[in-house]
């Protein structure tokens, strides 16, 4: 199983952007789709944005597409989320997910390894 530690989170303006990481460690990261979640307070926790095993296909909730942008670097072991034109709806914990058996997931169920969350606030 892989370990997931996100970070890049903060306080932003809306607007403003911000770029989420996600380092994994313990097992060999390009056997794992990436994704990312979040959960608002007070909300379920919902999909992001999901890559594949080598990054040549995406997956965007429609509410974040074209604003956000997710990509990886295999060699570092690392997922990224790119987060422009931020709004105050975007306000969550963002949460890295890795799914072994699935080529491009975007179900809370196929992701079997997950990461304990960054802070995003954006402000008014």
């Known amino acids: 199983q892989v370990q997931l530690v996100e970070s890049g989170g903060g306080l932003v303006q809306a607007g403003g952007s911000l770029r989420l990481s996600c380092a994994a460690s313990g097992s060999t990261f390009s056997k794992y789709a990436m994704g990312w979640f979040r959960q608002a307070p007070g909300k379920e926790r919902e999909f992001v944005a999901a890559?594949?095993?080598?990054?040549?296909?995406?997956y965007y909730a429609d509410s974040v597409k074209g604003r956000f942008t997710i990509s990886r670097d295999n060699t570092k072991n690392t997922v990224y989320l790119q987060m422009n034109s931020l709004k105050p709806e975007d306000t969550a914990i963002y949460y890295c997910?890795?799914?072994?058996?699935?080529?491009?997931?975007?179900?809370?169920?196929?992701?079997?390894?997950w990461g304990q969350g960054t802070q995003v606030t954006v402000s008014s």
């Open positions: 890559i594949s095993w080598h990054g040549d296909s995406t």
């Open positions: 997910a890795a799914a072994a058996d699935s080529y491009l997931p975007h179900v809370e169920g196929d992701f079997g390894s």
